[in-house]
């Protein structure tokens, strides 16, 4: 059972626009929500995360977005760069245990 | 910089081999764990270990067990391996309430 779930599986931007992919979990217990980012050849790396109690977190020109009347959250990258091309996945636990993954995102920022 | 280091990147073995995937972290983690890594499904989580010689299953145990002897050191292992099992093989380590850092993967082949 996919408790994160994960979209689109794939996107292509064009420099200096926005990405955005969603995810949406079911369990109301979740309180922590990172994205992580994946180079090919590396593993993944943590990017951003956030906690329940705020609605946004920026960090850069990355943005989470989280509606927890909805339960889904997502991922702004403003001015997308050619550098930013990865695979992208987002995840949701309870504080201190395995982390829930989403299917992954594999963005292209075409110059 | 925390560092979690798989012995190995690139692993070719037969069908009904036992296969060992080595891990180590040099940050003192309580928790490990290992994930698989499938193109269009993510990051799957095989098996994970809060301490010295515990283990909990995670969500595809099925075909694998674990070894965690050292505090530093957590083992995946393939008793009998099937080419169902060729996959990228991820191991990962924290302490609780802090990001979950992962090691580059190794790239395992069944022929």
């Known amino acids: 059972q996919q408790q994160v779930k994960q979209s689109p599986q794939s996107l292509i931007v064009q420099k200096g626009g926005i990405s955005i992919i969603n995810c949406a979990y079911e369990?109301?217990?979740?309180?922590?929500f990172p994205w992580y980012q994946q180079f090919p050849g590396k593993g993944p790396a943590l990017l951003i995360a956030?906690?329940?109690?705020?609605s946004e977190k920026k960090e850069g020109r990355f943005t989470i977005s989280f509606n927890k009347s909805a339960k889904q959250f997502s991922l702004h990258i403003m001015d997308s760069q050619p550098g930013d091309s990865a695979t992208y996945f987002c995840?949701?636990?309870?504080?201190?245990?395995?982390?829930?993954f989403g299917k992954g995102t594999s963005l292209l920022v075409t110059p | 910089d925390v560092k979690v280091t798989q012995s190995s990147r690139y692993l070719v073995k037969r069908t009904g081999e036992k296969v060992f995937l080595e891990c180590v972290q040099d940050?003192?983690?309580?928790?490990m764990f290992w994930y698989r890594q499938d193109p269009g499904l993510g990051l799957r989580l095989i098996y994970f270990?809060?301490?010295?010689?515990?283990?909990e299953k995670g969500d595809i145990p099925e075909g694998y067990s674990v070894s965690r002897e050292k505090k530093e050191r957590f083992s995946l292992i393939l008793e009998s391996a099937s080419t169902n099992q060729t996959s990228m093989y991820l191991c990962?380590?924290?302490?609780?309430?802090?990001?979950?850092?992962f090691g580059n993967g190794t790239r395992l082949t069944v022929t």
């Open positions: 270990s809060y301490d010295v010689k515990m283990k």
């Open positions: 990962a380590s924290m302490v609780r309430a802090s990001p979950l850092h």
């Open positions: 995840a949701a636990s309870k504080s201190g245990y395995a982390l829930n």
């Open positions: 369990n109301t217990a979740f309180d922590y």
């Open positions: 956030i906690r329940p109690d705020v």
């Open positions: 940050m003192d983690h309580e928790n």
